[in-house]
C-alpha cells in the first residue's frame, strides 16, 4: 500500500517549456489535491477533484491545469513553464464526503523553471 | 474565501518544556480543523485534527482545542523532545478547499 506516488520527484525546464506532473493514490479515495509549496508561504491549493469526472480550481490556478484521469490519477499541467512556478508541488486524497477527512499527501515533486 | 491565520511563525523550546501555536479562521462554516507535521524535504503529515461538534482532542503529548464562537484553535506540545523539531501547519476546511496557515518552525533545543 504505497499511498499517494508523485512522478517525477524532481524537474529542471526551461522557460516555456511544458511538463505534466502525475499522481496516483492507491486507498481508493474520491478526492485529489494539487498543492504548491512556497517558502514562508505554507500550501496553496491549485486544483481538485472532488470525484472521478469532476475538477475545479483552487486558491491559485492560473497557468496550470488538470486531469483526473480515472479514480485512481489526477495529472497537473503546465502548459508553458514560468519562473514564478518554480515551487514544490504537492498531490493530496483523501475520502471526500464533504472533505472533512484527512488529506494524505504525497512526498512532492521539486519543479526549477529556469 | 477562508483565511487562516498562524502564529508564532518560528518557536524555540527547551526539551521538555510545552509548545503552543495558535491559529484563527474567518469562515464560519468551517467544520474540521487538521494539524500537520513537516520535517525538512518531507510531505506534510497529519498529527491530529478536530472537527466542529468537540472542543478538545488529546493523543499522548499533544493536544488540540478549538472555539468556534472565538474562531481560534491551538495545538499544544507538551514534553517537547529534539524530534518534535519541524514546521507546523494549522488547517480549516471551507468547502472542498483546505486553507492552510503560514506555518510555525519550531526548534526543541536539547
Known amino acids: 500500500n504505497a499511498g499517494v506516488t508523485q512522478t517525477p520527484k524532481f524537474q529542471v525546464l526551461k522557460t516555456g517549456q511544458s511538463m505534466t506532473l502525475q499522481c496516483a493514490q492507491d486507498?481508493?479515495?474520491?478526492?485529489m489535491y494539487w498543492y504548491r509549496q512556497d517558502p514562508g508561504m505554507g500550501l496553496r491549493l491549485i486544483y481538485y477533484?472532488?470525484?472521478?469526472?469532476?475538477?475545479d480550481k483552487g486558491e491559485v490556478p492560473n497557468g496550470y491545469n488538470v486531469s483526473r484521469l480515472n479514480k485512481r490519477e489526477f495529472s497537473l499541467r503546465l502548459e508553458s513553464a514560468a519562473p514564478s512556478q518554480t515551487s514544490v508541488y504537492f498531490c493530496?486524497?483523501?475520502?471526500?464526503?464533504?472533505?472533512?477527512?484527512?488529506?494524505?499527501f504525497g512526498d512532492g515533486t521539486r519543479l526549477s523553471i529556469l | 474565501g477562508e483565511n487562516v491565520e498562524q502564529h508564532p511563525s518560528t518557536l524555540s523550546v527547551q526539551e521538555g518544556d510545552s509548545a503552543v501555536i495558535k491559529c484563527t479562521y474567518s469562515?464560519?462554516?468551517?467544520?474540521?480543523f487538521p494539524w500537520y507535521k513537516q520535517e525538512l524535504g518531507k510531505r506534510p503529515q497529519l498529527i491530529i485534527d478536530?472537527?466542529?461538534?468537540?472542543g478538545e482532542k488529546k493523543d499522548q503529548r499533544i493536544a488540540v482545542t478549538l472555539n468556534k464562537t472565538a474562531k481560534h484553535f491551538s495545538l499544544h506540545i507538551t514534553e517537547t523532545q529534539p524530534e518534535d523539531s519541524a514546521v507546523y501547519f494549522c488547517?480549516?476546511?471551507?468547502?472542498?478547499?483546505?486553507?492552510f496557515g503560514k506555518g510555525t518552525s519550531l526548534l526543541v533545543t536539547p
Open positions: 493530496a486524497s483523501n475520502g471526500g464526503g464533504g472533505s472533512n477527512q484527512p488529506q494524505h
Open positions: 486507498m481508493n479515495h474520491n478526492s
Open positions: 477533484s472532488a470525484s472521478e469526472g469532476t475538477t
Open positions: 469562515d464560519s462554516a468551517s467544520n474540521y
Open positions: 478536530i472537527r466542529s461538534n468537540v
Open positions: 488547517a480549516a476546511i471551507s468547502g472542498y478547499a483546505l486553507n
